[in-house]
């Protein structure tokens, strides 16, 4: 079985940092992309960053030039490095990989508050 657990939300005011942590446990043959998603209230889930097992990474256009989504050399781990944290980024925000052949993996969600 296939478990994602994110860590590393919390409370922070405008203006400052947050990291965020995926680490992925289970049977696992390849990861093909791993990503990071958010669900504010009242909204859908959106795409915040993504990478995939080349390297190549993409983000929401509302989050270039502040977050970094990044990776452990062993492939088990990501990370959001979230900067210059906004009030409208509060959200939970979920983890997710893209394994071949199954549908997509999800983590249960960290939620991230930012105060103005």
């Known amino acids: 079985q296939v478990q994602l657990v994110e860590s590393g939300g919390g409370l922070v005011q405008a203006g400052g940092s947050l990291r965020l942590s995926c680490v992925v446990s289970g049977h696992i043959f390849r990861i093909d992309a791993m990503g990071w998603y958010r669900q504010a209230p009242g909204k859908q889930r959106e795409l915040v960053a993504t990478?995939?097992?080349?390297?190549?990474?993409r983000y929401a256009d509302s989050v270039k030039g502040r977050f970094t989504i990044s990776r452990d050399n062993a492939k088990t781990t990501w990370y959001l490095q979230m900067n210059s944290l906004k009030p409208e980024d509060t959200a939970v925000y979920y983890c997710n990989a893209e394994l071949p052949y199954v549908p997509p993996y999800w983590g249960q969600g960290t939620q991230v508050t930012v105060s103005s």
């Open positions: 990478i995939t097992k080349g390297g190549s990474t």
